[in-house]
């Protein structure tokens, strides 16, 4: 080295410059890392109700052998992002509802970008009814007794072990409803639709998947339609109805006997065991199956 040159990298980026690229991403990663909590207990009486609404939060409801209902919440996000998410639950008679806003942004009603993620759990009294709203995110419902209405406009949706009347609905995820004692009202989308162990009237309906339903007990009415999958439906040998199956762009095929009074390409009506109530499976674009719970 000549005349106390001072040496520089041959290559690459210099190293003061890493470091400050250094620093900005730990910066952002501990602000990312940010993360708030909510945590209240409400003493009640079966029989009352829970409501959810959320502007985006995964949800998660259970039932339990309890007098209370018991509330977590959680977000993930900037210290920004956190300093404007707001969350609150209160009780009315015997009755909670429970609320998660997030900042928004100033004119028009826009939200503002939010990059986190939130989280609300909640536990109940088995024999509740349930209502939920969320935004952005999944719902799943499990061991409650009473009315069941699920709404989301981004996430999947789930009930099982649930007896009651039961509404599910997403615009963009698949549904899942297993051990149902009640009628069923499912429809997405987005998504496939699966609801087996039904007790009950059954309406299912996709806009962008398969359907899949299967019967215990009386038939009481099925509907299940796609715009764009196959329909699988599974069904006691004793069911009765009056069946309407037809596609656009597949087969028809029975495992049932059938007592067919149109049956073609891409269509088949007639009765099951005498006939009852009706039994209506409709896609275009796919095929569709009765088969044999036994």
């Not at 001072?6 to 470091?19: D, E, T």
């Not at 015997?94 to 004119?107: A, C, D, E, F, P």
């Not at 009628?183 to 009950?200: E, P, Q, W």
């Not at 309406?203 to 962008?208: E, F, L, R």
Request: proline share 3%; hydrophobic share 35%; glycine share 14%.
């Amino acid at each position: 080295m000549a005349g106390g040159a001072i040496p520089m990298p041959s290559q690459g980026v210099p190293v003061n410059r890493l470091s400050a690229i250094a620093l900005v991403l730990l910066v952002a990663g501990s602000a990312s890392a940010a993360e708030k909590k909510f945590d209240r207990t409400f003493t009640v009486s079966p029989g009352g109700s829970l409501t959810v609404d959320a502007d985006s939060a995964s949800v998660y409801v259970s039932g339990a052998d309890t007098n209370q209902v018991t509330v977590h919440m959680s977000a993930r996000g900037s210290d920004k992002d956190l300093a404007e998410t707001a969350f609150d639950a209160a009780q009315s008679g015997s009755g909670v509802n429970v609320t998660l806003r997030r900042g928004q942004k100033s004119g028009w009603f826009n939200w503002r970008s939010w990059s986190g993620e939130q989280r609300i759990d909640v536990t109940v009294p088995k024999r509740y009814a349930i209502k939920v709203r969320t935004g952005g995110g999944g719902i799943e419902l499990k061991n409650t007794v009473g009315p069941v209405d699920l709404r989301t406009s981004g996430g999947d949706v789930e009930a099982r072990n649930v007896t009651g009347t039961v509404e599910l609905r997403t615009s963009g995820g698949a549904i899942i409803a297993d051990s149902i004692r009640g009628d069923l009202d499912a429809d997405t989308s987005g998504g496939d639709v699966r609801v087996i162990h039904i007790d009950g009237k059954i309406k299912a309906n996709t806009s962008g998947g398969n359907v899949r339903c299967s019967l215990v007990g009386a038939n009481r009415e099925i509907s299940a339609t796609t715009s764009g999958g196959d329909i699988e439906l599974i069904l006691p040998r004793g069911t009765t109805g009056n069946v309407e199956a037809s596609t656009s762009g597949g087969d028809v095929k029975s495992e049932l006997p059938v007592t067919a009074s149109t049956i073609k390409e891409g269509r088949l009506e007639g009765t099951l065991n005498g006939g009852g109530p009706s039994i209506y499976a409709h896609t275009s674009g796919g095929s569709i199956a009765l088969r044999s719970e036994n």
